[in-house]
């Protein structure tokens, strides 16, 4: 029986990445939790093309090349340096290296956002982030610790089953509930276009 529609949706939890294995067959890694989510912002990308004529407008086409993506972290632990902007650690002082040679990995970002009726479950198919920005500052009265943030782009990828090029999948209302459950073991992708 379908639920009801959310009336308000809040909070992010549950980021996880999931770094792409074949980028033509559309294959992921099982995907890993990044911990401690503050916030996530996505912000469409793309142009608005308008072509007047008669004494009006003709044609609108729309470009959609994604979104801009920021994700704020409590923190990044090493393995995540490593897995997304390829840091090396040494394997005998165990130093954590930035070299300028790396490559930025690209991953599929998975999360949940909460509603009053149910939660929604999203992944960004083909995403890749900025090296993350370093800050700190000194203690003063209180404690207080510093955010980082993760700034990239969630590209189109070409889904080979689905035919078409995809961005973002969310759950819907009507998502079963094996979908939802399953959705950290592995990258749901969309099912053969109707």
């Known amino acids: 029986m379908p639920q009801i529609e959310n009336k308000i949706t809040f909070g992010i939890e549950s980021a996880h990445y999931a770094l792409i294995t074949n980028e033509l067959l559309l294959t992921y890694a099982t995907p890993v939790k990044l911990l401690g989510a503050v916030?996530?912002?996505?912000?469409?990308?793309?142009?608005?093309?308008?072509?007047?004529?008669?004494?009006?407008?003709?044609?609108?086409?729309?470009?959609?090349?994604?979104?801009?993506?920021?994700?704020?972290?409590?923190?990044?632990?090493?393995?995540?340096?490593?897995?997304?902007?390829?840091?090396?650690?040494?394997?005998?002082k165990k130093l954590l290296v930035e070299t300028a040679d790396i490559v930025v990995k690209k991953f599929a970002l998975l999360g949940e956002i909460s509603g009053d009726a149910y939660d929604r479950p999203f992944v960004y198919y083909c995403c890749t982030f900025e090296r993350p920005e370093f800050e700190t500052k000194t203690t003063e009265e209180g404690v207080d610790s510093v955010t980082v943030k993760l700034?990239?782009?969630?590209m189109p990828i070409t889904d080979p089953t689905y035919g078409k090029k995809i961005i973002k999948s969310s759950c819907t209302k009507d998502t079963p509930a094996d979908a939802k459950a399953a959705w950290y073991t592995a990258v749901v992708r969309p099912d053969a276009t109707v």
């Open 39 to 92: 916030s996530l912002k996505a912000s469409p990308t793309g142009s608005v093309l308008t072509k007047y004529a008669d004494n009006g407008v003709y044609i609108v086409i729309s470009g959609n090349t994604g979104h801009e993506i920021e994700l704020e972290l409590q923190n990044i632990d090493d393995a995540t340096m490593v897995e997304l902007f390829g840091q090396t650690i040494t394997a005998v």
């Open 151 to 154: 700034k990239g782009i969630a």
